[in-house]
């Protein structure tokens, strides 16, 4: 007896899904990001319908054999492992997400793509640019589709500056102000790998330091020199707790950089502001839907405007709500993880939107400059390999 095609009663048959491929999903981590990501793979083919590619979620690794179970029932995926070598020889398994910490992102990361696996990496890629330079120079020689997970690009009101930035907007830019401000560093009890220097490599500067070095990179360009402080307040810790830079962009622009996890009542504060010949624009991550807009342009009633970035034509609005429903942080993530998906299904590339493993390597030259000059006092050259 046939099923019924439509009407009360009807099933949602295999084949109404089956024209949309899927894509096995292995993720290594289920802490903070392994639930943003595992969130996000969730969601896409719901929000986005039809997706890319469907991701059917396969395997999950962690460490505590509990934690990664209960992790795998409550995220949804198949499978659960404590080796990660699991996710990268498991041939069901089409991208690999890396959600681990900083010294946890070279091997992994390389042996998925050696394994033809498309890979995610959080950022920063690796734990200096030497690092970073191998990972990305091995996982581009095997061809697959790689994305350092530079989230904020995929912010609504990011992509929108970047959109008027290249449509001439803002005229010529003159300068980029960044900073990314957290509170939580100042207590010498906490034990994490951030603090750690051989796991994560650096501090502030490779976990915040690096978001603001990607987006001035993303919105006004290569950054050539470094002039920078770099402070350690806490004594016996091994890694930064704050960094300031002075930075000179190759296109003439100048800077300021700055990361810290010791901003006290600054809970997740990153914030930029670019000043270009006929106007001004500037972000607040606290207040993620709205762009403020200047433009010189003769308006007697000219001043910053508020732009509620949630337009039916701005971007990534198709996926959410009528104007005004605004969307938070996780929904960055649904973003980032769609266009990586489109990329790996219509053989596009994952650059310039998306940043590449290059972008992680190039970020990373700016902060091994960064370091470089917090250290002899130096204004320091960036160069690229
Ligand atoms: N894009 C962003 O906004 C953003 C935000 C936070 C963190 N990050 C980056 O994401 C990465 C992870 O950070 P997090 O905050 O999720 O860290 P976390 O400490 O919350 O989670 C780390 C995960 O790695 C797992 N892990 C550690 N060693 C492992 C091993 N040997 N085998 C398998 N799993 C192992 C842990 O079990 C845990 O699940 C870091 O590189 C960090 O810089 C990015």
Not at 260 to 276: D, M, P, S, V
Request: net charge negative; aromatic share 10%.
């Amino acid at each position: 007896m046939s099923e019924k095609a439509s009407g009360i009663g009807a099933k949602v048959s295999d084949a109404a899904i089956g024209e949309i491929d899927e894509i096995g999903i292995g993720m290594l981590g289920y802490a903070f990001m392994g639930k943003a990501h595992s969130n996000a793979f969730r969601k896409i083919a719901y929000m986005t319908w039809p997706p890319p590619l469907k991701p059917r979620l396969v395997a999950i690794a962690g460490r505590d054999e509990a934690a990664v179970a209960g992790a795998a029932q409550r995220y949804g995926y198949e499978r659960w492992t404590t080796d990660w070598r699991d996710i990268v020889s498991d041939p069901s398994i089409g991208l690999f997400d890396n959600g681990g910490p900083n010294s946890l992102h070279a091997e992994p990361t390389i042996a998925a793509a050696e394994a033809g696996k498309h890979v995610l990496c959080e950022k920063p890629l690796g734990r200096d640019a030497d690092e970073s330079y191998d990972i990305w120079q091995r996982v581009a020689a095997t061809g697959v589709k790689h994305l350092c997970a530079f989230n904020y690009r995929f912010v609504p009101a990011v992509r929108l500056a970047r959109e008027m930035i290249d449509a001439g907007d803002l005229g010529e830019i003159r300068h980029f102000r960044g900073r990314y401000l957290q509170d939580w560093g100042d207590d010498p009890s906490l034990d994490t790998w951030r603090f750690d220097a051989t796991a994560a490599g650096s501090g502030a500067l490779g976990d915040l330091g690096a978001h603001v070095i990607d987006l001035a990179r993303f919105l006004v360009g290569e950054i050539s020199t470094v002039s920078a402080l770099v402070q350690t307040f806490l004594p016996g810790r091994s890694v930064d707790d704050a960094v300031e830079a002075a930075v000179a962009f190759e296109n003439g622009a100048v800077g300021t950089i700055e990361a810290t996890r010791f901003a006290l009542g600054r809970r997740n504060a990153f914030q930029w502001e670019i000043n270009g010949s006929k106007g001004s624009l500037a972000f607040d991550m606290e207040n993620l839907n709205e762009l403020h807009v200047f433009r010189a342009d003769g308006d007697r009633a000219r001043g910053f405007k508020k732009v509620l970035v949630s337009e039916a034509d701005h971007p990534f609005w198709e996926f959410w709500w009528p104007p005004g429903h605004i969307i938070g942080w996780g929904e960055t993530f649904v973003h980032e993880i769609h266009h990586l998906l489109g990329a790996i299904k219509n053989g596009t590339d994952v650059a310039p939107y998306g940043a590449t493993f290059e972008d992680g390597y190039r970020a990373a030259e700016v902060c091994d400059a960064i370091v470089r000059s917090g250290a002899n006092g130096q204004r320091e050259t960036v160069t690229y390999r």
